[in-house]
T-cell receptor, first 112, second 119 residues
């Protein structure tokens, strides 16, 4: 069974520091990965996706993928209180929507 | 209006009621989805419509009945639900462009969700 594992947290990070969110996956057939941000009471919003080994940067966000270790991470630089949310990791192994597996999410708190 | 709109935002219903959730996307996407989000659990895919045709049904109980009259509208009809069906129900759409890069096809755009409580 395909699984995407995340530490549920809460992960508490001081404002201005780097927040590091981690995700591991069981399906070696997973081709690409998505990070969604979900504010309390709101719907998930896509912030990053990655499909190649290495780093992908977009503003304050960096996604990292290591397929050999089956490990994905999201780094948030210069963390702001507005980054406080639950971050969902999802792995895609092809075959349409059924190939998208979500983790339970990590609750991130940025302390002012 | 832009994006994916979902109504109602909140719904309380008894186990004998019949109600419907409505979703509309204004993004020109070709695929629409229903997801269930329960506390402490991953998002669960319920139904997928690709170019108006249902392509997946992840063993969802028959008390949930989807309807997709066109590529912009999606409904979820509810009847004789159970208390354990209480959850956040999310509608989503994705491009599903023919010949497009696979990963782009799977980018999901979510509606605001319906928080459902079954008494």
């Amino acid at each position: 069974q395909k699984e995407v594992e995340q530490n549920s947290g809460p992960l508490s990070v001081p404002e201005g520091a780097i927040a590091s969110l981690n995700c591991t996956y069981s399906d070696r057939g997973s081709q690409s990965f998505f990070w969604y941000r979900q504010y309390s009471g709101k719907s998930p919003e896509l912030i990053m996706f990655i499909y190649s080994n290495g780093d992908k940067e977009d503003g304050r966000f960096t996604a990292q993928l290591n397929k050999a270790s089956q490990y994905v991470s999201l780094l948030i630089r210069d963390s702001q209180p507005s980054d406080s949310a639950t971050y969902l990791c999802a792995g895609y192994s092809g075959g349409g929507a059924d190939g998208l597996t979500f983790g339970k999410g990590t609750h991130l708190i940025i302390q002012p | 209006e832009t994006g994916v709109t979902q109504t109602p935002r909140h719904l309380v219903m008894g186990m004998t009621n019949k109600k419907s959730l409505k979703c509309e996307q204004h993004l020109g996407h070709n695929a629409m989805y229903w997801y269930k989000q329960s506390a402490k659990k991953p998002l669960e895919l319920m139904f997928v419509y690709n170019f108006k045709e249902q392509t997946e049904n992840n063993s969802v109980p028959s008390r949930f009945s989807p309807e997709c009259p066109n590529s912009s509208h999606l409904f979820l009809h509810l009847h004789t639900l159970q208390p354990e069906d209480s959850a956040l129900y999310l509608c989503a759409s994705s491009p599903k462009s023919v010949g497009g890069l696979s990963i782009t096809n799977e980018k999901l755009f979510f509606g605001s969700g319906t928080q459902l409580s079954v008494l």
